[in-house]
Structures are given as structure tokens and as C-alpha cells.
């Protein structure tokens, strides 16, 4: 029996490797996804869903503006997603206020303040007494400032990676589920396909977007640097009127979602593929996220989860083509991975297709 064959193989169903192959699909492509346990499983649904680039920069480099461009994409991207499969992936543009705490030094977020305002981004600098009585009336009395940006929101990682797999299908893209691939098929220096459990795929172009696993075949000719980092999530329930807004401080997150519920992120440990969730990580959230908004004592625990992240040595991701002809990555998206999911969808499909490719050469993985 001929192998299967297809214009683009997408290795990966998480929400980068949906959102890729249901943008190829709609530039005309066949595309498949094989995915080694159900889309959105891993990283892609344990995420808290904050879509917060001004918050985590700490200077303005090449992620910074790609991470702005994908934020920027966010709310087209899911009108089309609810349009065409009906689910709500609980898109909000809720803000975030990033708070410090008495004798915590102010100056790395004065300058964040100042970089961002002169590069035209939305951001003010609050001190406590100046803060909305819905936030600050909340917050502990040590929090004596604090920076807001009110262009940041969130969204349900998990309806978002549902509607994705939903677009990809709706579009024609045969995903596969449950099939783990073993390697890639290279022939004379290029790479025409995969080996899998139920046999060989051949495609024109294969994509590495397997999340944590990126780094699966150890036999290619060169080295993917994309290894897991566990991170955990502990979600209570407020007794009282829920947040508004994302709130954070330099140990933990606080993200409210509408039925009043509020997830408190997130731990980065380099512990292998332990998806574990341990004692001292819920103690440590729970404590910092208290020391944030007081009121938490009294809120009910619901649950706690881990998942493991893609991470690379620089914290960027690894994006575009490499030395082997036929092989392109869009992986290694660290704490990333849901805001930049639009962006990498189209920066990649730019490359396959006849898009003009834009310059990734920050993110290549020649730079390693």
C-alpha cells in the first residue's frame, strides 16, 4: 500500500498546530495534524489564557513587538473562530494591574512605565490611593503601587484550542489523534516526511509543532533546543463579587473568569516531563496570591493542575525553516503560546505559501 501523502504535515495538535494548519487550509493547501494524544491535552489547555505582552516585557526586543502584532490580532481571530464553529472562547479585554509591594524595589517598573509610554504603548503608573475602589478597595495595604495596562486581556485556553481543532476540520484539515510519531523521514538531506505507529506520512512541507516533545527525534542532523517546563495552576473560588481585572505582583497572577472563579499562576520548573502537581507549589501560590488580595482566605478551593511547557535556552520561540530542506518549526513558545498562536499561525503559512515571508531570523533555530 502507497503511503499517505499531503501538501503540508503539521506534527502537533495543540493550539499552535491547529491554528497553523486551518490558516493553511484556507490558502488552498491539504494539510494534516497528527497529534499524540487529543488536541489541546498539554500546554495549550492547561494554560491560564492571558494575552499580556506589555506586562511580562522587560524590554522592547523581537518577541516583544511579535507578541504585540499577535495581541493586536486577537480580536479578528476570534470573531472568525466563533463565526465559523459557534463556540465562545471567552475573549476579554479585561486589563491587568501589576502591583509591588512596600520596600520592593519600584525602579524596574518605572522604567517599564517609561519604555513603553515612549514608544506610544497604553500605560499608567498608580500609586495605592489612586487605584479604582473595585481593585484597590481589594488589595493589601503593603501593595503601594502599582502600573496598569489596560489593553491586556485573556481568554479560555481550552474553548480557544477546541474552536481551533473545529476551524482546522471545518476547513478540511485531517487531524489525527492518538498517533505518536517516531521521526522524521529524511532523504537525501531532506526531510519528506514522517514515520508513525500506523505508517509512513509523506508531505511537501512538515511542521515541528509538538510543544514540550518538539525535540522527539534525536536522530536529525541538527539539535532542537525545546525542553519541558512544568508549570502549575491552582484555581479557587471567590465567596464575594469576583475580579474585574488580571491583578499580578513579581510571584504570582491572578486571572478572574466569569463565573467567578479565579486561577493563581504560575510555578517554572525544570523537573523533566513530571506533569505533576506538588504540595509546596499550591502553598506558594496560594500564599502570594493572599499577600495580593487578603479576601482569598476565604475562597473556596476548587482544583490545581500542571502542564508542561515548550521552553528554549533564550525564552524565545523556534520558528521557520532550518538546514534541512522540507522541515520548518513553530515551536518552543515557552510562557507564549496562547498569545502568539495567531501571529505564528500566519508567519508560518506566509513561508509555505506564497505570502511574503517576513524576517524570523530572531527566531530561528540557527541562532543555537
Known amino acids: 500500500m502507497s503511503p499517505e501523502r499531503t501538501d503540508v504535515l503539521v506534527v502537533g495538535g495543540g493550539l499552535i498546530g491547529c491554528a497553523l494548519a486551518a490558516?493553511?487550509?484556507?490558502?488552498?493547501?491539504?494539510?494534516?495534524?497528527?497529534?499524540?494524544?487529543?488536541?489541546?491535552?498539554?500546554?495549550?489547555?492547561?494554560?491560564?489564557?492571558?494575552?499580556?505582552?506589555?506586562?511580562?516585557?522587560?524590554?522592547?526586543?523581537?518577541?516583544?513587538?511579535?507578541a504585540l502584532e499577535s495581541r493586536g490580532l486577537y480580536p479578528a481571530?476570534?470573531?472568525?473562530?466563533?463565526?465559523?464553529?459557534?463556540?465562545?472562547?471567552?475573549?476579554?479585554?479585561?486589563?491587568?494591574?501589576?502591583?509591588?509591594?512596600?520596600?520592593?524595589?519600584?525602579?524596574?517598573?518605572?522604567?517599564?512605565?517609561t519604555w513603553q509610554r515612549a514608544a506610544g504603548l497604553a500605560v499608567a503608573e498608580r500609586r495605592a490611593e489612586e487605584l479604582p475602589e473595585e481593585v484597590g478597595g481589594r488589595l493589601s495595604p503593603e501593595v503601594t503601587g502599582a502600573a496598569f495596562f489596560p489593553e491586556e486581556g485573556m481568554v479560555d485556553p481550552r474553548r480557544l484550542t477546541r474552536a481551533a481543532w473545529l476551524l482546522a476540520q471545518r476547513r478540511g484539515v485531517r487531524v489525527r489523534t492518538g498517533v505518536a510519531v517516531l521521526g522524521f523521514r529524511i532523504e537525501g538531506g531532506a526531510c519528506r516526511g514522517v514515520e508513525t505507529e500506523t505508517g509512513t506520512i509523506l508531505a511537501d512541507s512538515i511542521v515541528d509543532a509538538a510543544g514540550a516533545w518538539a525535540a522527539f527525534d534525536p536522530s536529525l542532523p541538527l539539535s532542537v533546543p525545546v525542553e519541558p517546563v512544568r508549570g502549575q495552576i491552582v484555581e479557587l473560588r471567590l465567596r464575594e463579587r469576583p475580579l474585574e481585572t488580571i491583578v499580578s505582583c513579581?510571584?504570582?497572577?491572578?486571572?478572574?473568569?466569569?463565573?467567578g472563579t479565579v486561577l493563581l499562576g504560575s510555578t517554572v520548573e525544570h523537573v523533566g516531563f513530571r506533569k505533576e502537581v506538588t504540595a509546596e507549589a499550591v502553598e506558594r501560590l496560594i500564599a502570594g496570591a493572599v499577600r495580593l488580595v487578603p479576601a482569598l482566605r476565604s475562597a473556596r478551593f476548587v482544583t490545581a493542575w500542571s502542564g508542561l511547557r515548550p521552553g528554549t535556552p533564550d525564552g524565545l520561540p523556534v520558528l521557520g525553516g532550518c538546514g534541512v530542506p522540507?522541515?520548518?518549526?513553530?515551536?518552543?513558545?515557552?510562557?507564549?503560546?496562547?498569545?502568539?498562536?495567531?501571529?505564528?499561525?500566519?508567519?508560518?503559512?506566509?513561508?509555505?505559501?506564497?505570502?511574503?515571508?517576513?524576517?524570523?531570523?530572531?527566531?530561528?533555530?540557527?541562532?543555537?
Open 23 to 66: 490558516e493553511l487550509a484556507a490558502r488552498g493547501r491539504a494539510v494534516s495534524v497528527i497529534e499524540r494524544a487529543e488536541p489541546g491535552a498539554e500546554a495549550s489547555g492547561a494554560a491560564a489564557g492571558m494575552l499580556a505582552p506589555q506586562a511580562e516585557a522587560r524590554a522592547h526586543d523581537a518577541l516583544f513587538d511579535l
Open 250 to 259: 513579581d510571584d504570582v497572577y491572578l486571572v478572574p473568569r466569569p463565573d
Open 326 to 368: 522540507g522541515l520548518f518549526f513553530a515551536a518552543g513558545h515557552f510562557r507564549n503560546g496562547i498569545l502568539l498562536a495567531p501571529v505564528t499561525a500566519l508567519a508560518v503559512a506566509d513561508l509555505l505559501t506564497e505570502g511574503a515571508p517576513r524576517d524570523l531570523s530572531p527566531f530561528s533555530i540557527e541562532r543555537f
Open 77 to 113: 481571530w476570534v470573531r472568525t473562530l466563533e463565526e465559523e464553529t459557534g463556540i465562545d472562547v471567552g475573549y476579554r479585554r479585561t486589563g491587568l494591574l501589576h502591583c509591588v509591594f512596600a520596600g520592593s524595589p519600584a525602579g524596574r517598573l518605572a522604567a517599564q512605565v
